[in-house]
């Protein structure tokens, strides 16, 4: 989705000028002119390298309005939604865009949402197509209704406006145009929009994170509405969110059939701050407690991973890194790799190849991982 605007005008002008790295001065054709910083020095780190990515991130929302890092205001409201614990000031907004003060109390998310959603004919182009009920008929008749393809079923699409990452690749950058005007839409509202031919309801973004309250009260409510019948409910997240959340989200996909896609970034805390602007230590923490509940309902899977390919970034030892620790939790996992196409700020890389996909794909394996796959083929170069 998006408005059809370029990128350009966001783009700060005389910053890196060549793909070349400010530490180390190689050069590459798959190195961040945005970023300016090679996979190597970012492993090993060095003096300066956290300001650094601290201002690319700061200029890189700059043109949208949004906070240059999580708000800190010792007088603030504290807004414990996420893992940025963001302290905001009477009138302001948190890192996110969604969450503001006014009066002392934190609103945005909760009885209304910022949010577009559609519908989608399933099965539809989803992270766990090919292992959720809606795209093979798993867990038929309880959970699917049929034993192969959901066809003549469909999804209810809910996409949130609003991120508590700033991921430099964002595939949907456009939701930053949103997030100060988009559409509100209502609690009952988005679970009137249930159908009979609605099989589930998948919340992804940006990140439902910011509008989880909203986005579990609308679980609730369709559910309810709906109860007797088949409605699966999915959310495909970054993992940032309050454990307490998740615990609700949890409960909702396992007796409902849906399942947590959780987008692993990267494994290497300073990569994957360099690509997300956050640390990814509650994601980790979050994935092993819904890791806890997949014994629950072993037959359809509750917890479904995945990771973008980002050229000269998330390389076949990052993937290892990553299946390794989902290995830990269980090797049935199934575990998505997703071809990259150039976007938002590292528009300027090349799109995943065939033969970074499948070292990749062969590292997954090696870590042990039995359930793995290669996505968005059709981008792959």
Request: hydrophobic share 35%; charged share 20%.
């Amino acid at each position: 989705m998006g408005c059809g605007l370029s990128i350009e005008k966001y783009h700060p002008k005389n910053y890196i000028k060549m793909a070349v790295c400010i530490n180390c001065g190689d050069s590459s054709p798959v190195i961040s002119k945005t970023l300016g910083i090679c996979l190597r020095c970012l492993r090993a780190g060095y003096d300066g390298m956290i300001d650094h990515i601290c201002e690319v991130h700061g200029r890189s929302r700059e043109p949208f309005g949004l906070p240059a890092v999580p708000p800190r205001d010792p007088q603030g409201t504290a807004c414990k939604l996420c893992f940025n614990s963001c302290q905001i000031a009477e009138g302001a907004t948190g890192y996110c865009g969604i969450r503001s003060v006014t009066g002392g109390k934190i609103r945005g998310g909760t009885r209304d949402a910022n949010v577009d959603w559609y519908y989608d004919a399933l099965p539809t182009n989803c992270v766990a197509d090919w292992v959720c009920p809606g795209g093979t008929g798993i867990g038929y008749p309880e959970y699917a209704y049929s034993q192969g393809p959901e066809h003549g079923y469909k999804n209810l699409a809910v996409f949130y406006n609003g991120c508590s990452f700033n991921c430099l690749f964002c595939q949907n950058w456009h939701f930053r145009e949103r997030v100060s005007k988009g559409n509100r839409v209502l609690v009952s509202e988005l679970a009137n929009c249930v159908d009979s031919k609605t099989a589930c309801i998948c919340y992804f973004g940006g990140d439902p994170t910011p509008h989880l309250i909203h986005s579990i009260n609308v679980s609730k409510r369709a559910t309810q509405e709906n109860r007797g019948r088949i409605l699966r409910v999915c959310w495909e997240t970054n993992g940032s969110m309050n454990p307490g959340l998740l615990s609700q989200m949890i409960d909702i996909s396992l007796r409902s059939g849906g399942c947590i896609k959780f987008d692993l970034k990267a494994w290497t805390e300073n990569l994957h701050l360099a690509l997300c602007g956050v640390s990814n230590k509650r994601a980790l923490d979050n994935f092993k407690i819904a890791a806890h509940h997949i014994q629950e309902r072993p037959k359809v899977p509750l917890l479904v991973a995945s990771t973008l390919l980002v050229p000269g970034y998330i390389d076949s030892e990052e993937v290892h890194k990553i299946a390794s620790f989902i290995y830990e939790s269980s090797p049935n996992i199934p575990y998505s790799l997703l071809g990259f196409y150039p976007h938002f700020f590292m528009r300027d890389l090349p799109t995943t190849t065939r033969i970074q996909a499948e070292e990749c794909l062969q590292a997954a394996r090696g870590a042990g991982l039995r359930r793995v796959r290669i996505g968005n083929v059709h981008l792959l170069s």
